[in-house]
Protein backbone atom coordinates (compact mmCIF):
# COMPACT_ATOMS: atom_id res chain seq x y z
CA UNK A 1 0.00 0.00 0.00
CA UNK A 2 3.09 2.30 0.81
CA UNK A 3 4.79 2.03 -2.23
CA UNK A 4 1.81 2.22 -4.41
CA UNK A 5 0.78 5.26 -2.73
CA UNK A 6 4.24 6.81 -2.70
CA UNK A 7 4.32 5.74 -7.17
CA UNK A 8 1.08 8.05 -7.36
CA UNK A 9 1.87 10.84 -4.92
CA UNK A 10 4.90 11.35 -6.76
CA UNK A 11 3.81 11.11 -10.20
CA UNK A 12 0.61 13.65 -9.47
CA UNK A 13 3.25 16.03 -7.66
CA UNK A 14 6.53 16.09 -10.40
CA UNK A 15 5.59 17.20 -13.77
CA UNK A 16 8.91 15.24 -15.60
CA UNK A 17 6.60 12.29 -14.48
CA UNK A 18 3.65 13.76 -16.16
CA UNK A 19 3.52 11.45 -19.09
CA UNK A 20 1.12 8.69 -20.72
CA UNK A 21 2.97 5.54 -19.33
CA UNK A 22 3.55 6.58 -15.77
CA UNK A 23 -0.37 7.90 -16.45
CA UNK A 24 -0.60 3.97 -16.64
CA UNK A 25 1.08 3.01 -13.91
CA UNK A 26 -0.83 5.01 -11.45
CA UNK A 27 -3.86 3.42 -12.81
CA UNK A 28 -1.67 0.32 -12.08
CA UNK A 29 -0.86 1.27 -8.67
CA UNK A 30 -4.33 2.00 -7.98
CA UNK A 31 -5.69 -1.75 -9.26
CA UNK A 32 -2.65 -3.27 -6.43
CA UNK A 33 -4.42 -0.84 -3.82
CA UNK A 34 -7.75 -2.21 -4.57
CA UNK A 35 -6.51 -5.71 -5.21
CA UNK A 36 -4.65 -5.53 -1.80
CA UNK A 37 -7.56 -4.40 0.47
CA UNK A 38 -9.98 -6.55 -1.04
CA UNK A 39 -7.54 -9.99 -0.23
CA UNK A 40 -4.85 -9.18 2.31
CA UNK A 41 -7.08 -8.27 5.57
CA UNK A 42 -8.98 -11.51 5.27
CA UNK A 43 -6.03 -13.76 4.24
CA UNK A 44 -4.21 -11.78 7.24
CA UNK A 45 -6.85 -12.87 9.86
CA UNK A 46 -7.12 -16.58 8.53
CA UNK A 47 -3.28 -16.95 9.39
CA UNK A 48 -3.81 -15.58 12.57
CA UNK A 49 -6.73 -17.57 13.57
CA UNK A 50 -6.21 -20.77 11.88
CA UNK A 51 -9.54 -20.32 9.59
CA UNK A 52 -12.49 -17.46 9.35
CA UNK A 53 -16.10 -17.59 9.13
CA UNK A 54 -17.57 -15.40 5.66
CA UNK A 55 -21.22 -15.04 4.41
CA UNK A 56 -22.27 -16.07 1.36
CA UNK A 57 -22.99 -13.08 0.04
CA UNK A 58 -19.36 -11.52 1.38
CA UNK A 59 -18.08 -14.09 -0.29
CA UNK A 60 -19.37 -13.56 -4.01
CA UNK A 61 -18.50 -9.59 -3.30
CA UNK A 62 -15.34 -10.47 -2.45
CA UNK A 63 -14.47 -12.62 -5.57
CA UNK A 64 -16.55 -10.11 -7.42
CA UNK A 65 -13.75 -7.18 -6.76
CA UNK A 66 -10.85 -9.24 -7.58
CA UNK A 67 -12.39 -10.46 -10.67
CA UNK A 68 -12.71 -6.69 -11.61
CA UNK A 69 -9.00 -5.67 -10.10
CA UNK A 70 -7.12 -8.84 -12.60
CA UNK A 71 -9.68 -7.88 -15.05
CA UNK A 72 -8.49 -4.42 -15.43
CA UNK A 73 -5.08 -5.52 -14.40
CA UNK A 74 -4.64 -7.08 -17.86
CA UNK A 75 -6.18 -4.76 -19.71
CA UNK A 76 -4.23 -2.48 -18.36
CA UNK A 77 -0.93 -4.37 -18.89
CA UNK A 78 -1.82 -4.66 -22.86
CA UNK A 79 -2.65 -0.95 -22.89
CA UNK A 80 1.09 -0.47 -21.97
CA UNK A 81 2.82 -2.89 -24.04
CA UNK A 82 0.78 -1.06 -27.17
CA UNK A 83 2.35 2.12 -25.25
CA UNK A 84 5.92 0.74 -25.56
CA UNK A 85 5.37 -0.69 -28.98
CA UNK A 86 4.61 2.64 -30.31
CA UNK A 87 7.40 4.21 -28.42
CA UNK A 88 10.00 2.05 -29.50
CA UNK A 89 8.89 0.73 -33.25
CA UNK A 90 6.77 3.66 -34.09
CA UNK A 91 8.21 6.68 -32.16
CA UNK A 92 7.20 9.29 -34.82
CA UNK A 93 3.74 8.39 -34.18
CA UNK A 94 3.57 8.13 -30.55
CA UNK A 95 2.25 11.40 -29.79
CA UNK A 96 -0.28 11.78 -32.87
CA UNK A 97 -1.84 8.53 -30.96
CA UNK A 98 -0.81 8.22 -27.15
CA UNK A 99 -2.34 11.24 -26.05
CA UNK A 100 -4.60 12.68 -23.56
CA UNK A 101 -7.41 11.76 -25.01
CA UNK A 102 -6.30 8.21 -26.00
CA UNK A 103 -5.53 7.56 -22.07
CA UNK A 104 -8.53 8.74 -20.40
CA UNK A 105 -10.89 6.89 -23.19
CA UNK A 106 -8.60 3.67 -22.35
CA UNK A 107 -8.64 3.73 -18.84
CA UNK A 108 -12.48 4.62 -19.23
CA UNK A 109 -13.55 1.51 -21.14
CA UNK A 110 -10.79 -0.85 -19.07
CA UNK A 111 -12.97 0.13 -16.18
CA UNK A 112 -15.79 0.01 -17.62
CA UNK A 113 -15.21 -3.60 -18.85
CA UNK A 114 -14.22 -4.10 -14.79
CA UNK A 115 -17.49 -3.67 -14.03
CA UNK A 116 -19.51 -5.28 -16.43
CA UNK A 117 -16.99 -8.55 -15.71
CA UNK A 118 -17.85 -8.06 -11.70
CA UNK A 119 -21.99 -7.57 -12.11
CA UNK A 120 -22.01 -11.09 -14.68
CA UNK A 121 -20.24 -12.54 -12.03
CA UNK A 122 -22.13 -11.66 -9.15
CA UNK A 123 -25.30 -12.28 -11.23
CA UNK A 124 -24.39 -15.75 -12.26
CA UNK A 125 -23.41 -16.75 -9.00
CA UNK A 126 -26.10 -15.63 -7.05
CA UNK A 127 -28.17 -17.09 -9.12
CA UNK A 128 -27.14 -20.38 -8.04
CA UNK A 129 -28.42 -22.56 -5.49
CA UNK A 130 -26.11 -23.29 -2.15
CA UNK A 131 -27.25 -26.29 0.05
CA UNK A 132 -23.97 -28.53 0.51
CA UNK A 133 -20.65 -28.34 1.54
CA UNK A 134 -19.59 -24.43 3.26
CA UNK A 135 -16.20 -24.91 3.68
CA UNK A 136 -13.37 -23.10 1.16
CA UNK A 137 -9.85 -24.51 0.91
CA UNK A 138 -8.67 -21.10 -0.27
CA UNK A 139 -7.15 -17.61 1.16
CA UNK A 140 -9.85 -16.17 -0.69
CA UNK A 141 -13.02 -16.76 -2.66
CA UNK A 142 -11.81 -17.96 -6.12
CA UNK A 143 -14.72 -19.12 -9.16
CA UNK A 144 -14.12 -22.26 -8.78
CA UNK A 145 -14.07 -22.69 -4.91
CA UNK A 146 -17.39 -20.93 -4.50
CA UNK A 147 -18.97 -23.28 -7.47
CA UNK A 148 -17.78 -26.03 -5.63
CA UNK A 149 -20.58 -25.24 -2.79
CA UNK A 150 -23.52 -25.01 -5.12
CA UNK A 151 -25.73 -27.92 -5.37
CA UNK A 152 -27.10 -25.92 -8.94
CA UNK A 153 -25.95 -26.79 -12.28
CA UNK A 154 -23.03 -25.15 -12.79
CA UNK A 155 -21.84 -25.82 -16.57
CA UNK A 156 -22.64 -22.80 -17.65
CA UNK A 157 -21.06 -20.18 -15.01
CA UNK A 158 -17.87 -22.86 -16.45
CA UNK A 159 -18.55 -21.79 -19.83
CA UNK A 160 -18.94 -18.53 -19.11
CA UNK A 161 -15.85 -18.18 -17.05
CA UNK A 162 -13.71 -19.51 -20.04
CA UNK A 163 -15.33 -17.21 -22.39
CA UNK A 164 -14.67 -14.02 -20.37
CA UNK A 165 -10.89 -15.78 -19.54
CA UNK A 166 -10.55 -15.84 -23.53
CA UNK A 167 -11.69 -12.08 -23.86
CA UNK A 168 -9.73 -10.51 -20.74
CA UNK A 169 -6.94 -12.65 -20.04
CA UNK A 170 -5.63 -14.82 -23.44
CA UNK A 171 -6.53 -12.78 -26.10
CA UNK A 172 -4.72 -9.43 -23.85
CA UNK A 173 -1.84 -12.23 -23.36
CA UNK A 174 -1.83 -12.81 -27.16
CA UNK A 175 -1.60 -9.35 -27.99
CA UNK A 176 1.37 -8.77 -25.37
CA UNK A 177 3.45 -11.80 -26.85
CA UNK A 178 3.02 -9.88 -30.56
CA UNK A 179 3.94 -6.65 -29.34
CA UNK A 180 6.83 -7.33 -27.86
CA UNK A 181 7.74 -9.65 -30.83
CA UNK A 182 8.15 -6.61 -32.73
CA UNK A 183 9.42 -5.00 -30.03
CA UNK A 184 12.44 -7.26 -29.96
CA UNK A 185 12.77 -6.99 -33.84
CA UNK A 186 12.85 -3.43 -34.06
CA UNK A 187 15.96 -3.51 -31.43
CA UNK A 188 17.78 -6.16 -32.60
CA UNK A 189 17.97 -3.99 -36.00
CA UNK A 190 19.61 -0.49 -33.72
CA UNK A 191 23.11 -0.79 -34.94
CA UNK A 192 25.17 0.25 -31.31
CA UNK A 193 24.85 -1.64 -28.10
CA UNK A 194 24.27 1.37 -26.25
CA UNK A 195 20.69 2.18 -28.36
CA UNK A 196 19.67 -1.49 -28.25
CA UNK A 197 20.01 -1.41 -24.23
CA UNK A 198 18.77 1.94 -24.18
CA UNK A 199 15.59 0.44 -25.78
CA UNK A 200 15.29 -2.43 -23.85
CA UNK A 201 15.33 -0.61 -20.76
CA UNK A 202 12.11 1.35 -21.37
CA UNK A 203 10.25 -2.28 -21.56
CA UNK A 204 12.30 -4.18 -19.27
CA UNK A 205 10.37 -3.21 -16.10
CA UNK A 206 7.08 -3.69 -18.11
CA UNK A 207 8.30 -7.25 -19.40
CA UNK A 208 9.01 -8.02 -16.03
CA UNK A 209 5.66 -7.70 -14.39
CA UNK A 210 3.86 -9.06 -17.69
CA UNK A 211 5.99 -12.30 -16.99
CA UNK A 212 4.77 -12.21 -12.92
CA UNK A 213 1.48 -11.43 -13.57
CA UNK A 214 0.06 -13.68 -16.65
CA UNK A 215 2.83 -16.80 -15.85
CA UNK A 216 0.72 -17.38 -12.31
CA UNK A 217 -2.84 -16.16 -13.52
CA UNK A 218 -2.39 -18.65 -16.94
CA UNK A 219 -0.57 -21.90 -14.48
CA UNK A 220 -3.53 -21.58 -12.17
CA UNK A 221 -6.86 -21.52 -14.63
CA UNK A 222 -5.41 -23.71 -16.92
CA UNK A 223 -4.49 -26.98 -14.82
CA UNK A 224 -7.34 -28.54 -12.19
CA UNK A 225 -7.47 -27.41 -8.41
CA UNK A 226 -7.72 -30.83 -6.62
CA UNK A 227 -5.26 -32.25 -4.71
CA UNK A 228 -1.48 -31.36 -4.95
CA UNK A 229 -2.79 -29.45 -7.94
CA UNK A 230 -4.74 -27.52 -5.45
CA UNK A 231 -1.98 -26.63 -3.27
CA UNK A 232 0.31 -25.43 -6.23
CA UNK A 233 -2.70 -23.82 -7.75
CA UNK A 234 -3.13 -21.79 -3.65
CA UNK A 235 0.37 -20.85 -3.44
CA UNK A 236 0.86 -19.52 -7.57
CA UNK A 237 -2.46 -17.49 -6.31
CA UNK A 238 -0.17 -15.92 -3.72
CA UNK A 239 1.66 -14.52 -6.65
CA UNK A 240 -0.76 -12.02 -8.45
CA UNK A 241 -2.61 -11.21 -5.81
CA UNK A 242 -0.08 -10.64 -2.97
CA UNK A 243 3.36 -10.48 -4.92
CA UNK A 244 2.61 -8.47 -7.68
CA UNK A 245 1.02 -5.65 -6.23
CA UNK A 246 4.33 -5.80 -3.77
CA UNK A 247 6.60 -5.99 -6.56
CA UNK A 248 5.43 -3.91 -8.93
CA UNK A 249 5.87 -0.08 -7.24
CA UNK A 250 9.69 -2.03 -6.86
CA UNK A 251 10.03 -3.10 -9.91
CA UNK A 252 8.81 0.46 -11.48
CA UNK A 253 10.97 2.63 -9.00
CA UNK A 254 13.97 0.95 -8.54
CA UNK A 255 14.82 0.15 -12.19
CA UNK A 256 13.37 3.72 -13.14
CA UNK A 257 16.26 6.64 -13.52
CA UNK A 258 13.20 9.26 -14.03
CA UNK A 259 11.24 8.15 -10.82
CA UNK A 260 14.13 8.09 -8.38
CA UNK A 261 15.55 11.58 -9.61
CA UNK A 262 11.71 12.91 -8.95
CA UNK A 263 12.12 10.71 -5.52
CA UNK A 264 15.34 12.43 -3.87
CA UNK A 265 14.07 15.88 -5.54
CA UNK A 266 11.06 15.50 -3.57
CA UNK A 267 12.97 14.28 -0.43
CA UNK A 268 15.83 17.58 -1.00
CA UNK A 269 12.50 19.99 -1.32
CA UNK A 270 11.25 18.36 2.32
CA UNK A 271 14.22 18.84 3.54
CA UNK A 272 14.69 22.32 2.44
CA UNK A 273 11.23 23.30 3.80
CA UNK A 274 11.79 21.80 6.90
CA UNK A 275 15.03 23.20 7.52
CA UNK A 276 14.04 26.69 6.36
CA UNK A 277 17.26 26.62 4.15
CA UNK A 278 17.30 28.43 1.02
CA UNK A 279 19.26 27.12 -2.02
Not at 53 to 69: E, K, N, R, V, Y
Not at 158 to 182: D, E, K, N, W
Request: glycine share 4%; proline share 4%.
Amino acid sequence: MSGNLLIMFLIHLSKNLHSPMYFFITQLSFLDMMLSTNILPNLLYIILYNGCTMSLTGCISQFSFFATAEVSECLMLTVMSYDRYLAICRPLHYNSIINQRFCIKSVIIIWLLGFKVMLLDSVSLCSLHYCGPNIIDHFFCDIQPILELSCSDSSWVHIQTIVIGFFCVLAPFTMIVISYIYIVLTILRIPSISGRQKAFTTCSSHLIVVSIFFGSITIVYLFPTRGKIGVLGKVLSLFYTIFTPLLNPIIYTFRNKDFNKALINKALDKIKSDSGILW
